[in-house]
């Protein structure tokens, strides 16, 4: 599927470390999902390496932040605009190797580019502030500066967005980066440091460090035991975000971490259900429901349960399941073994416990699993507590708005959330009263580079995306200035 890109030296597969490609002594496989098939080996290398580009980027790092805001800007936008005029060569390394969709590719390059445009244009609003003086002697200023060398640790579910979504707000503020991308999709990471090169970003700015996932942990670990690093941004599971934790204790590392979500997705009596079914159909099996704020948990008023389960299910048994290169496909497959594996032991438990499928329920083939809805679900289930990351809706069935809420907030999860009502004092009530970072009402897509995107609980620390986004790279420093 790689043959015939437009622009074939986008496929890299050395590591970028001080502005240099680097080869590594030992090479791991990246495959196809979708067919198996190996696409390239990419540099599989370990701690010495790590330890290279955390000194690269020291040393580019007083050269990066004393460029004005406005000079990083121009190199931000420039990578946005490269990002888009080789939007068709990203979409299809993204699609061979993370399997989505070739147009939901398309859309990820697009959302992913759109955090390099709107960081280059906060990098120049990293605003201080004056203090009002309580000693005419004396007075207060505010200013913020680069935190330092930033990590950062991405997964593979959006390939080129959780990596820009880190970087944007890191480089704009004046911080060198170094990114270890997740081992299934090291390509479109290198495919997207090579557009950052032809921008112009300086060397050792924006070094990656590639690993398998035995490597990855070595890599990780050095990334969080330096003093060097200042900061370290994770996107992946609650599980290895508690690891990650834990390794910058010592160091007092300033961490943001997006991790597990564990959505609620709740469908009042009120709500305008065909809008509900719509929306469910965007939050649920976008990305073959392997987004980290896919509604995990449908829960419908018993008056219109049976009207929603209905259309829900036309409309999941009508997505084309296949490879993501083929016309019309709108799932592919799972990322490996180990999730398909898990979606199958989450709805043979529900089964086991009372849960009755209304459509799908299978794995068609390999990796590709069936769209399905299963009805009659409870509280006992697997798929109440734990995250399927998979193209399961599992529907449970209430009664009042107390009930629905509180099933809703039952879980150590607080990512995203979502519901559909058309009653405006029950809009406030209960988008006031979910315990999530983020409320999608009457909407299932609710991502975008404007707004604050993170979660409460267990569900991470920190924003990114919007005029917050920024916030964790950079430092508060107050002067005091005297003998006025
Ligand atoms: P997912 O559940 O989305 O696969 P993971 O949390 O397993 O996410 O992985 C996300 C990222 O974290 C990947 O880049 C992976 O290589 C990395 N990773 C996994 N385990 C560790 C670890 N122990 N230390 C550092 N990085 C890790």
């Not at 579910?157 to 979504?165: E, Y």
């Not at 060397?203 to 200042?230: F, H, M, P, Y």
């Not at 941004?233 to 690891?243: A, D, K, L, Q, Y």
């Not at 204790?249 to 597990?260: M, N, Q, R, V, Y």
Request: include cysteine.
């Amino acid at each position: 599927p790689l043959a015939s890109l437009n622009d074939p030296s986008l496929l890299k597969t050395d590591a970028l470390i001080g502005g240099e490609w680097v080869a590594g002594s030992a090479r791991f496989d990246v495959t196809d999902p979708a067919t198996g098939s190996k696409l390239a080996d990419v540099a599989n290398l370990g701690a010495e390496s790590a330890s290279l580009a955390i000194t690269a980027a020291n040393k580019a790092w007083p050269a990066w932040r004393n460029k004005t805001a406005k000079e990083r800007a121009a190199i931000l936008m420039k990578w946005f605009q490269l990002l888009h005029a080789n939007a068709d060569d990203l979409a299809r390394i993204m699609t061979a190797e993370q399997g989505k969709p070739l147009a939901e590719a398309r859309g990820e390059v697009n959302y992913g580019a759109s955090f390099l445009e709107w960081f280059a244009e906060e990098a120049k609003r990293i605003y201080g502030e004056t203090i009002p003086t309580t000693d005419n002697n004396k007075r207060y200023l505010v200013i913020k500066q680069p935190v330092g060398v930033c990590a950062a640790i991405t997964p593979w579910n959006f390939p080129i967005a959780m990596i820009t979504r880190k970087v944007a707000p890191a480089l704009a503020a004046g911080c060198p980066v170094v990114i270890k991308p997740a081992e299934a999709t090291p390509l479109s990471a290198l495919a997207v440091a090579e557009l950052a090169q032809r921008a112009g970003m300086p060397a050792g700015v924006l070094n990656i460090v590639t690993a398998d996932a035995g490597n990855s942990i070595e890599v990780g670990k050095v990334l969080c035991d330096s003093d060097i690093v200042r900061h370290l941004s994770f996107t992946g599971s609650t599980e290895v975000g508690r690891i990650l934790m834990k390794q910058c204790a010592p160091t007092i590392k300033k961490l943001s971490l997006e991790l597990g979500g564990n959505a609620p997705f709740i469908v009042f009596d009120d709500a305008d259900i065909d809008a509900a079914v719509e929306g469910a159909m965007i939050s649920k099996y976008r990305n073959a429901g392997q987004t980290c704020v896919c509604a995990n948990r449908f829960y419908v008023q018993s008056t219109v349960y049976d009207a929603f389960v209905a259309k829900l299910s036309e409309k999941a048994a009508a997505i084309k399941v296949g490879n993501g290169f083929e016309a019309g496909v709108n799932q592919g497959p799972l990322i490996d073994d180990q999730a398909i594996t898990k979606v199958e032991s989450h709805v043979a438990d529900a089964l086991g416990k009372g849960a009755t499928v209304v459509t799908g329920g299978e794995r068609i083939s390999e990796r590709f699993y069936r769209p399905t809805v299963l009805a009659n679900v409870t509280q006992d289930m697997l798929v109440s507590r734990e995250e399927t990351f998979g193209p399961v809706a599992p529907v449970f069935r209430f009664e009042t708005e107390a009930e629905a809420i509180e099933l809703a907030n039952a879980t150590e999860f607080g990512l995203a959330s979502y519901f559909y009502s058309r009653d405006i004092g029950r809009i406030f009530r209960v988008g006031e009263a979910l315990e999530y970072g983020m409320v999608g009402v009457n909407t299932g897509l609710i991502s975008t580079a404007e707004v604050p995107f993170g979660g409460v609980k267990q569900s991470g620390l920190g924003r990114e995306g919007a005029r917050q986004g920024m916030d964790d790279y950079v430092e508060v420093k107050y002067l005091c200035l005297g003998d006025i």
